[in-house]
């Protein structure tokens, strides 16, 4: 079972069609509020299964992260995948660490999403803010340069390639030539996945 929420209704219905074409049950929602509340309707949605919710970032009204703040205050452990056409960095590392278990950016291959959706309810997640702790001892950061590691650290927390470069006193161009090396190294190719890795998600 799939709770979709997009306050896009063209994107929403054609992803739940294709979703149900390959076997997963969708009940699909234009708003947070409008999940919460059919949770609080249906009790029985709250109890343990393999449910996830595939939430937008950005939406009118409550936002994926009150949403994902929401169900944790009411004790709803199912776990959250969020999807955004923002490709925000800072927003990525923010929901992961308040306990997301992966962040997808638009436009998506839909098997992306499945295979996410796969993971979500089959493999046990990590808690909330469990990852961040061990990301100092990922051996696959250990094979980073001291400044590919500093150019990652800026990279996470949002800053531009030009700020970067402000920072560190490198021109932009060593920036995006330090970038490219440690993604390649770390073995992700978009920022969802290397903030993933930072985290130690992956």
Same mark, same amino acid.
């Given at each position: 079972m799939?709770?979709l929420?997009?306050?896009n209704?063209?994107? $929403? $219905?054609? %992803?739940a069609?294709?979703l149900e074409?390959?076997?997963?049950?969708?009940?699909?929602f234009?708003?947070?509020?409008?999940?919460?509340a059919?949770?609080?309707q249906?009790r029985t949605?709250?109890a343990?299964?393999?449910?996830?919710?595939v939430s937008?970032?950005?939406m009118?009204?409550?936002s994926?992260l009150?949403?994902? +703040? +929401?169900?944790?205050r009411?004790?709803?452990?199912?776990?959250?995948?969020?999807?955004?056409?923002?490709?925000?960095?800072a927003?990525?590392?923010?929901?992961m660490r308040r306990?997301a278990?992966?962040f997808? +950016?638009k436009?998506?291959?839909?098997?992306?999403?499945?295979?996410?959706?796969?993971?979500? %309810?089959v493999e046990?997640?990590?808690?909330a803010?469990?990852?961040?702790?061990?990301?100092q001892?990922?051996p $696959?950061l250990?094979?980073?340069?001291?400044? +590919? $590691?500093?150019?990652?650290?800026?990279?996470?927390?949002?800053?531009f390639?030009?700020?970067i470069?402000?920072?560190l006193?490198?021109?932009?161009? %060593?920036?995006e030539?330090?970038r490219?090396?440690?993604?390649?190294?770390?073995?992700?190719r978009?920022?969802?996945d290397?903030?993933?890795v930072?985290?130690?998600?992956?």
């Amino acid at each position: 079972m799939v709770y979709l929420v997009d306050d896009n209704h063209p994107f $929403r $219905r054609s %992803t739940a069609l294709v979703l149900e074409t390959s076997g997963i049950e969708v009940r699909d929602f234009d708003s947070p509020e409008a999940l919460l509340a059919e949770l609080e309707q249906d009790r029985t949605a709250s109890a343990p299964g393999k449910a996830c919710v595939v939430s937008d970032m950005r939406m009118p009204g409550m936002s994926g992260l009150d949403l994902l +703040e +929401e169900l944790q205050r009411r004790k709803h452990d199912t776990p959250v995948i969020f999807i955004t056409a923002h490709a925000d960095v800072a927003l990525a590392v923010e929901a992961m660490r308040r306990g997301a278990v992966n962040f997808i +950016e638009k436009p998506f291959a839909i098997e992306v999403l499945i295979e996410a959706i796969r993971l979500a %309810t089959v493999e046990e997640s990590p808690p909330a803010g469990a990852a961040a702790t061990d990301k100092q001892s990922n051996p $696959r950061l250990a094979a980073l340069t001291r400044r +590919e $590691r500093q150019v990652l650290e800026l990279v996470v927390s949002g800053k531009f390639n030009k700020t970067i470069a402000d920072i560190l006193g490198i021109s932009t161009k %060593t920036v995006e030539l330090h970038r490219a090396s440690l993604m390649a190294k770390l073995g992700v190719r978009t920022l969802p996945d290397l903030v993933k890795v930072y985290l130690g998600y992956q």
